[in-house]
């Protein structure tokens, strides 16, 4: 089109969309409905997604409920993704609708026309690239998925790296007696060495405690799809789509014991942010002490 854009068409009409946009009609919707914050879903929610998206369609091509040339696309397409690719495509605000409706449609507007590039035909993305899967269920695997991966790989080890050079400062301050301090003036002299030792068992219990809270994490409510039953997915799509996340990541992910609870409740992602706090609190407190 002259003025830079296409038109797309869905079931609530058309919407004018930038031409050179892998998303579509629902992602534009959103963005207009929803100009919020400003602030976007960041790289390691995006890379879950598209690994999510890539393992549905290897496993409904395994189960033969997707022709295996398009899943061959969606997964590539999906792929591209969860390297960070398309990032930029990435465009609705995090606040948005309550169930993550808009940012799944992002991800499956997106994988969809790239994999339409790919295959040279329409690719869908509800019929393929959302097949056997629901928001409901998608984005609370998302959640829980980014989280997991990125304490695991992200936060664990700069606070084992703290602990580790607070440990070293402690025994290199062993020898250095300093008054110690309490209700706000000098008392009985401490080592600063025993100091320290205080400051890197803050930390490493708070690893303890982020490690222990965070493996609550690794249940997945994939194959609840729209409210927990199950309703439209096979019976088995969601062990295997798991099992793969889980070779993926290096992390133990499971189906969730009850798809009514890992859908209706946050309780892991709120008992996570309870240790992350703790964490927090820990290193102000010893920052404050150390200034």
């Keep these: 089109m002259p003025d830079g854009y296409r038109i797309e068409k869905d079931s609530l009409g058309e919407m004018k969309v930038p031409e050179n946009a892998l998303y579509g009609a629902q992602t534009q919707r959103a963005v207009e409905n929803f100009p919020i914050s400003g602030q976007l879903f960041g790289r390691r929610f995006i890379e879950a997604l598209g690994l999510i998206k890539k393992s549905a369609a290897e496993v409904n091509a395994e189960l033969g409920v997707l022709d295996e040339k398009i899943a061959e696309a969606v997964a590539k397409a999906a792929t591209e993704v969860a390297e960070g690719k398309w990032d930029d495509q990435f465009i609705v605000d995090i606040y ?4 993550g409706t808009s940012t799944n449609m992002n991800m499956n507007e997106v994988v969809a026309y790239r994999a339409s590039e790919l295959h040279g035909e329409k690719v869908h993305p509800n019929d393929h690239v959302n097949f056997g899967q629901s928001s409901n269920d998608v984005i609370p695997t998302a959640i829980h998925m980014s989280a997991r991966v990125s304490i695991e790989e992200e936060l664990l080890p700069a606070l084992g790296h703290l602990s580790t050079a607070l440990t070293e400062k402690a025994n290199i301050f062993d020898e250095i007696i300093k008054s110690g301090r309490t209700h706000l003036m000098d008392a009985t002299p401490v080592r600063l060495g025993q100091e320290f030792s205080g400051y890197a068992a803050q ?3 708070g690893i303890d405690r982020v490690r222990s809270a ?72 010893i920052a404050d002490d150390i200034r």
């Design 203 to 205: 930390v490493t219990k």
């Design 96 to 99: 948005q609708t309550g169930s």
């Design 214 to 285: 965070s493996a609550e994490l690794e249940e997945l409510a994939l194959g609840g799809t729209a409210t927990g039953t199950g309703i439209n997915t096979h019976p088995d799509f969601a062990k295997k789509v798991i099992a793969r996340i889980a070779d993926a990541t290096g992390i133990a992910f499971r189906e969730a014991e009850d798809h009514f609870e890992a859908q209706g409740s946050k309780d892991a992602a709120v008992s996570v942010s309870g240790a992350l706090n703790t964490v927090a609190t820990s290193l102000m407190k």
